[in-house]
């Protein structure tokens, strides 16, 4: 069966698309207070933040890429378990009478490229939970300082799908927000902020000026 690649092109709108950006006359409070609503942040958690102390009522912002993370995991290394224990080859593994090497050898080539694939995703998942899990038990956050802007990146692929990812970009940084967030920033202005050392998750910013 012949496999046919598909063709994704990428457009991306970031630092140099905003530059003409003009400032509003919002303060630096309010420009606060509107990114804090929308990317649902709690301000009184700066004070714990600006210690480097992530605070109790954050943790739950990184329960969601703990849950990609497992989904990362469990999904195709249940998938691949479920195809080698069909075929038979975990029963081989688990009888320990044939060498590993040549249970392997007589996979078809067709598991062994999908399992690679679905290998290499979970240890993805499992690199990104050790991360995850370490900046949960650390409880500490690191902060940044500069300019910031808005970047949006739209991928398209043959068939007409389209995946939209959005970002904040702050003093080179890139922090990845919701799509009802990016708009808020105000692009050129300086701002602080606050995230976790190892995922780099975002979980305060405010405005500088």
Do not use: C
């Not at 497992?70 to 224990?85: D, E, R, S, T, V």
């Not at 090497?101 to 999908?114: A, D, K």
Request: proline letters at 3%; glycine letters at 10%; charged letters at 20%.
């Amino acid at each position: 069966m012949s496999s046919q690649k598909r063709k994704i092109k990428v457009f991306s709108l970031g630092l140099n698309d905003f530059r003409s950006d003009k400032k509003s006359d919002m303060a630096a409070g309010d420009l606060t207070s509107a990114m804090a609503q929308a990317n649902h942040f709690d301000l009184s958690y700066l004070v714990e933040n600006s210690k480097g102390e992530l605070s109790q009522g954050q943790l739950s912002l990184l329960i969601s890429p703990l849950l990609v993370s497992l989904i990362l995991i469990l999904a195709p290394g249940g998938f691949l378990g479920f195809q080698l224990y069909q075929q038979g080859f975990i029963k081989q593994f688990a009888s320990g009478g044939i060498p590993w090497t040549e249970v392997v050898s007589n996979m078809p080539q067709g598991t062994l490229i999908i399992g690679g694939v679905f290998l290499l995703l979970a240890l993805f998942g499992l690199y990104n939970l050790v991360l995850t899990v370490l900046d949960l038990v650390g409880g500490a956050v690191i902060s940044l300082e500069g300019p910031g802007w808005r970047k949006i990146a739209t991928s398209r692929d043959d068939d007409g799908s389209t995946t939209t990812r959005t970002y904040y970009v702050v003093a080179d940084q890139r922090f990845s927000v919701k799509k009802n967030a990016v708009g808020v920033i105000e692009n050129g202005r300086n701002y602080r902020v606050y995230f976790t050392p190892r995922r780099k998750i975002l979980v305060n910013i405010e405005a500088l000026d």
